[in-house]
Every structure is written in structure tokens, then in C-alpha cells.
T-cell receptor, first 118, second 109 residues
Framework: DAGVIQSPRHEVTEMGQEVTLRCKPI?????LFWYRQTMMRGLELLIY????????DSGMPEDRFSAKMPNASFSTLKIQPSEPRDSAVYFC????????????????FGEGSRLTVL | KNEVEQSPQNLTAQEGEFITINCSYS?????LHWLQQHPGGGSVSLFM???GKKKHGRLIATINIQEKHSSLHITASHPRDSAVYIC???????????FGKGTKLSVKP
């Protein structure tokens, strides 16, 4: 398997523009997670899906952020409008088992999308 | 105070040295996870453990549930071990995954 695939790897945009980040989880994994990583705050969970359904979006910072998972093999994280403080590396991860509640599943990360908002 | 604290934040070692990275947490957990993150962002799951010790090659992870502490050891370190090592715990009041800030390891040849 190719692992979790994210695109784009790097994005530089101007404040106010819409940003869309994409993720393809590992085939068969039923959990998908979006994380944001900054120097100040480390890794933060934004939202996660189970079987394409958003379960917990309490980590999504503002209404400017939205995430969708239209099918089992694709998810998007959208920021509209983007702001300089959104600059970070955004990671997508997938898991096969009930990660949170059982603590037994392994978590597989993509290589991240580095976003710079000028 | 962060719920997951790692030490040290930065670590420089010579090739061949024995390395220890520590993780302390303040919440009740069901399991603890060690991740390795290389420059460029890719993260690899190293261990998941809820008690005792696990070993994989030159890597050893231990956890003491009573003391709320885990350690990651690297024996005979190598420059390719240079990465950021992140501790994450499952648990807390909402049962979510809580990450430490990471330990940046640099192994010099």
C-alpha cells in the first residue's frame, strides 16, 4: 500500500484566498484524522471521521475551517478565507481500529501539507 | 502546564551513544504512543504500549503507569536516527489523543 497520501506538499498563498488540502487514507482504514502542527502548539487534532462521518470537530479552530469526506478514499480540509496565522503543517492520518476508545489501533500519517499564508 | 511533557526538547549525540527520551503525563490513559517524525514531515508509528516494555531493533520503549512516565531508548545510535520523537497518550477526560511537543534528536557521525 502507498500509505496515506496528501496533496499538495507545499502551498503558498495570500491572505484571503481559499485553500484546499487533500488526503487519501490507506485503503480499508475506517478512521481518518486531520492534524495541524505548529512550533508553538505542536500537533493538534482538528477533526476526525469514522466511516466517512465526522465524529468530533471540536478541534477545528474557526468557521473558516471545514472538512469533508465524500467517500472512504478521499477527504478535504478547506480554509476560507485563509489568514497568516493558519500557516502550519497539516497532517492527515488514518487508522483501522477504534483508536481512541480502545487504544489499540496504530496511526499512519501522511507526509503533511506545508501551508504558508502571506 | 501541558498534559504531556517531553524531555529534553533538543538532544545532540555522537554516533554509538545510548539515548533516552522521556515522557511524563498528567492524565489517566489507556495507552501511550511513540512517533518518529523525519524532516519533510513524514511520521512513523514506533510503538504503542499500555504496560511494561516493547523492543524493536535498537529501539526500546518502557512505560510505568503508576508513575505516569514513559521512556524511549535508542541503543547504538546512528545519524539516520536523527528525527523528532513525539510522545502521545490516549485518555484524558474526552478520551482523545494528546501529543507532547516532541524531542528533536540529532546524531552526529
Amino acid at each position: 500500500d502507498a500509505g496515506v497520501i496528501q496533496s499538495p506538499r507545499h502551498e503558498v498563498t495570500e491572505m484571503g484566498q481559499e485553500v484546499t488540502l487533500r488526503c487519501k487514507p490507506i485503503s480499508g482504514h475506517d478512521y481518518l484524522f486531520w492534524y495541524r502542527q505548529t512550533m508553538m502548539r505542536g500537533l493538534e487534532l482538528l477533526i476526525y471521521f469514522n466511516n466517512n462521518v465526522p465524529i468530533d470537530d471540536s478541534g477545528m479552530p474557526e468557521d473558516r475551517f471545514s472538512a469533508k469526506m465524500p467517500n472512504a478514499s478521499f477527504s478535504t480540509l478547506k480554509i476560507q478565507p485563509s489568514e497568516p496565522r493558519d500557516s502550519a503543517v497539516y497532517f492527515c492520518a488514518s487508522s483501522l481500529e477504534g483508536l481512541y476508545w480502545l487504544g489499540t489501533g496504530e496511526l499512519f500519517f501522511g507526509e503533511g501539507s506545508r501551508l504558508t499564508v502571506l | 502546564k501541558n498534559e504531556v511533557e517531553q524531555s529534553p526538547q533538543n538532544l545532540t549525540a555522537q554516533e554509538g551513544e545510548f539515548i533516552t527520551i522521556n515522557c511524563s503525563y498528567s492524565v489517566g490513559i489507556s495507552a501511550l504512543h511513540w512517533l518518529q517524525q523525519h524532516p519533510g514531515g513524514g511520521s512513523v508509528s514506533l510503538f504503542m504500549l499500555s504496560s511494561g516494555k516493547k523492543k524493536h531493533g535498537r529501539l526500546i520503549a518502557t512505560i510505568n503507569i503508576q508513575e505516569k512516565h514513559s521512556s524511549l531508548h535508542i541503543t547504538a545510535s546512528h545519524p539516520r536516527d536523527s528525527a523528532v520523537y513525539i510522545c502521545a497518550v490516549y485518555g484524558g477526560s474526552q478520551g482523545n489523543l494528546i501529543f507532547g511537543k516532541g524531542t528533536k534528536l540529532s546524531v552526529k557521525p
